[in-house]
């Protein structure tokens, strides 16, 4: 884990890490879990924004595919596209933000996707946490069908469960990565005990 990004470890150890060894946690994949990463903890706390901005920007930057505008499925990918808009205009990239509805609004344009992803925009898709992949590979069937060309994808934290490999098949040549894995913070958790 690069230095710059402990600060940003630490929120999400301490505001979004949770453990229940008994009965577990039910995950949006359907499986069961004894952790689990309630990221919105972290992602919508005023001081964890502007890490989380900077840390995608360097990602894009490492990726060498900066996007003009930044999204994923509607409320986990929301707080982080919006980190990344604000933290862009220090950054020398702007980068807007847009949102992906979990299903097609029934009102006013009927739109899928909200904000700033015209046809043809390059795009980034992100999420707060992936298991399976399910939710982001949804925000890049949807972004594909709406004629956006998805030039990366990055996730806040991997639980490394298989979910950044089921994004790297429906994305072949694009690349996937994540700010955090569950073993780095893992080893930064038992640093702290």
């Given at each position: 884990?690069?230095?710059?990004?402990?600060?940003?470890?630490?929120?999400?150890?301490?505001?979004?890490?949770?453990?229940?060894k008994?009965?577990?946690?039910?995950?949006?994949?359907?499986k069961?879990?004894?952790?689990?990463?309630?990221?919105?903890?972290?992602?919508?706390?005023?001081?964890?924004?502007?890490?989380?901005?900077?840390?995608?920007?360097?990602?894009?930057?490492?990726?060498g595919?900066?996007?003009?505008?930044?999204g994923?499925?509607?409320?986990?990918?929301?707080?982080?596209?919006?980190?990344?808009?604000?933290?862009?205009?220090e950054?020398?990239?702007?980068?807007?933000?847009f949102?992906?509805?979990?299903?097609?609004?029934?009102?006013?344009?009927?739109?899928?996707?909200?904000?700033?992803?015209?046809?043809?925009?390059?795009?980034?898709?992100?999420?707060?946490?992936?298991?399976?992949?399910?939710?982001?590979?949804?925000?890049?069937?949807?972004?594909?069908?709406?004629?956006?060309?998805?030039?990366?994808?990055?996730?806040?934290?991997?639980?490394?469960?298989?979910?950044?490999?089921?994004?790297?098949?429906?994305l072949?040549?694009?690349?996937?990565?994540?700010?955090?894995?569950?073993?780095?913070?893992?080893?930064?958790?038992?640093?702290?005990s």
């Open positions: 884990m690069e230095a710059r990004n402990y600060p940003l470890a630490k929120i999400i150890l301490e505001r979004s890490y949770l453990e229940d008994e009965d577990g946690f039910l995950l949006a994949s359907g069961r879990s004894q952790f689990y990463f309630d990221c919105q903890k972290t992602t919508c706390r005023a001081e964890a924004m502007p890490l989380i901005g900077r840390a995608f920007i360097t990602a894009f930057l490492a990726g595919k900066v996007p003009e505008a930044v994923g499925l509607t409320r986990g990918a929301d707080p982080i596209a919006q980190s990344i808009a604000y933290a862009s205009l950054s020398g990239h702007l980068i807007n933000m949102s992906v509805r979990k299903e097609r609004k029934d009102h006013g344009t009927s739109q899928w996707i909200e904000g700033y992803a015209a046809r043809g925009t390059r795009v980034a898709i992100v999420d707060d946490v992936v298991t399976s992949g399910g939710s982001v590979i949804q925000a890049i069937d949807q972004c594909l069908k709406e004629g956006l060309e998805i030039v990366q994808a990055v996730v806040l934290v991997d639980r490394e469960e298989g979910g950044l490999d089921n994004i790297r098949r429906r072949p040549g694009v690349p996937v990565s994540t700010v955090f894995s569950k073993s780095e913070l893992d080893i930064l958790r038992g640093d702290e």
